[in-house]
């Protein structure tokens, strides 16, 4: 009867080896959340300021002193940011400084792309740079009448740099960013 017994136990020890054997569990690899943002309406921008725009009609603007401007993307955590300054006879100061500005992310960037924007009927003439990797900033852009007005403007997130995670969200505020800078108005 115990030789039965042991030989039952040892036959289930057995069967339980047998059938519980599976491939092995590997780890799945870390993602990223899928961030789907929905298409941007725009919204004609007015002051007392020296220009115009269309903007996000989702943003929320915020006015600062010399005619510069904040816009907000709080669900993305980000932040556009507009100056504004006259040209005084300094138009290649200002064009040296926007560049600098850009130049400075070439540390941390994998690459800046220049697109030239020329509109001669509305007196618009500027650069957009893309900046790619995990720069501070993606996106800047210089705009100017190359007589009075010149405005720059750069997007910031508030989060560690890491251009795969935040790109959904770059690249719609980039669209944005650009929308921004060719329907600028001069007054």
């Known amino acids: 009867m115990l030789k039965k017994s042991i030989a039952i136990i040892i036959l289930f020890i057995m069967t339980l080896m047998v059938f ?8 799945k690899p870390a993602s990223y959340l899928r961030l789907d943002y ?3 309406k ?4 007015e002051n007392q300021c020296p220009f115009a725009f269309e903007m996000n009609a989702d943003a929320i603007i915020k006015g600062e ?17 507009l100056t504004y300054k006259p040209v005084n006879g300094d138009i290649n100061k ?8 850009t130049y400075e992310h070439v540390i941390k960037a ?3 792309l220049e697109q030239p924007y020329l509109n001669k009927d509305k007196k618009l003439y500027g650069m957009f740079y893309q900046v790619d990797g995990n720069a501070a900033t993606n996106s800047q852009f210089y705009i100017t009448d190359s007589i009075k007005h010149f405005v720059t403007g750069s997007v910031y997130f508030y989060a560690k740099p890491n251009f795969d995670s935040i790109m959904p969200a770059a690249s719609y505020i980039k669209n944005d960013m650009q ?9």
């Open 110 to 112: 994998d690459d800046i």
């Open 38 to 40: 929905h298409e941007a």
């Open 65 to 81: 002193k010399n005619c510069g401007f904040t816009i907000l993307y709080p669900k993305m955590k980000a932040t556009i940011y």
């Open 94 to 101: 200002l064009l040296k400084d926007a560049q600098k500005l």
């Open 179 to 187: 929308h921004l800078m060719e329907t600028i108005k001069w007054k």
């Open 20 to 27: 519980s054997c599976k491939d092995d569990v590997v780890p």
């Open 42 to 45: 725009y919204v004609n921008f």
